[in-house]
């Protein structure tokens, strides 16, 4: 499969994140001419050119994507369901304009495929997410995620739009879950679960404090293999609508909690006065099996040691990421 981009110019925004390293990795190893576009001060992998470039200007999109093959379009922003409600402007306006004129960039300069991100969160609210038999995203409830997910929604909306009026049909959009793994964001004032749990329990802040009571079931992937689904779905997957790109599994807070222990001894204690959140959320990946492939392999303890073990080596990385939250 990864033949396809040998000697191909390819374009991975977000390469310095968590699932763009790992897709920069595979495309170098795969003989690709990599560019990395973010606003991290990070070189990864020297194999790539990395480019510090501001994509919520349509000019700087237009430049960068001019004789460019592929796209994989993974930049975001990401942090804490606290700081997404304390500062939902700061994530929303940045992540549209992205987004925006990305995508348009992509489709005036004739890019062959395209594969964008979305997220969960882009879903109405469910216990199981399974992609809608119609590709309509106009037609689905109101995403559970208020901010983020409409901004990622519009996304998908402005490809649906490009498929009704063109007829394009070259870009694929995944929607992956809760993910976790090397790169990821480790700031603690805006860091999702995994990466806030490791981070306090390298602090020392024991017992550690867990919200709820270790009831809410979540589904947890690991990097690199949400990495490999992504190029799939380039791959494979244009034309065929959404495709969910899960672990395969839905854990509960006190496994997660517990097989992270296994990885690094801590004690710890539930907070039953802060809340559950959503009792599950766990996503359907059968499409994503019969159609591209899709098949992670990292066990959860697998991938909660490969993380924390990044982790140890690279605790300050996060300042050298843009944050939009300061």
């Known amino acids: 499969m990864y033949k396809l981009f040998k000697d191909s110019k390819v374009i991975v925004t977000g390469g310095t994140g968590m699932i763009g390293r790992c897709i920069v990795k595979i495309l170098c190893d795969a003989k690709a001419k990599v560019t990395s576009v ?25 430049e960068v994507t001019k004789g460019i093959d592929y796209v994989f379009h993974i930049a975001g922003i990401k942090g804490s369901i606290e ?10 306006v940045p992540l549209l304009m992205c987004n925006t004129n990305m995508l348009e960039a992509c489709r005036i300069n004739n890019v062959k495929k395209i594969v964008y991100t979305s997220s969960i969160g882009a879903y109405p609210s469910a216990e199981v997410f399974k992609e809608p038999d119609t590709f309509d995203p106009g ?9 983020p997910g409409w901004a990622k929604r519009m996304a998908e909306m402005q490809i649906f739009a490009y498929l009704k009026q063109y007829g394009l049909n070259n870009f694929a959009i995944v929607r992956p879950c809760n993910i976790y793994g090397p790169g990821d964001n480790f700031d603690p004032d805006n860091a999702m679960v995994v990466p806030s749990l490791m981070s306090r329990v390298a602090n020392g802040d024991f017992p550690l404090k867990v919200w709820g009571d270790g009831s809410a079931i979540r589904d947890f992937a690991y990097s690199k293999d949400v990495a490999e689904g992504v190029i799939k779905a380039l791959v494979y997957g244009t034309g065929i609508g959404l495709i969910n790109l899960g672990g395969g599994k839905g854990y509960s807070v006190q496994e997660l909690v517990e097989t ?21 959320r766990v996503m359907d990946i059968t499409k994503a099996r019969e159609t591209i492939g899709y098949d992670p392999k990292t066990t959860l303890k697998k991938g909660l040691q490969a993380t924390w073990e990044w982790f140890m080596s690279n605790r300050e990385e996060f300042l050298k990421r843009k944050n939009y939250f300061k």
Not at 39 to 60: C, F, G, M, Q, V
Not at 83 to 92: D, N
Not at 139 to 147: A, G, K
Request: negative net charge; glycine residues 2%.
């Open 38 to 62: 973010s606003l991290d001060d990070l070189i990864i992998d020297e194999r790539a050119h990395y480019l510090k470039l501001d994509l919520t200007h349509l000019s700087n999109c237009l």
């Open 260 to 280: 992270l222990r296994e990885v690094v001894d801590f004690e710890y204690e539930f907070d039953t006065k802060k809340p559950n959140g959503f009792p599950k």
């Open 83 to 92: 700081v997404t409600k304390s500062k939902p402007a700061s994530f929303f």
């Open 139 to 147: 037609i689905e409830s109101p995403p559970m995620d208020m901010f």
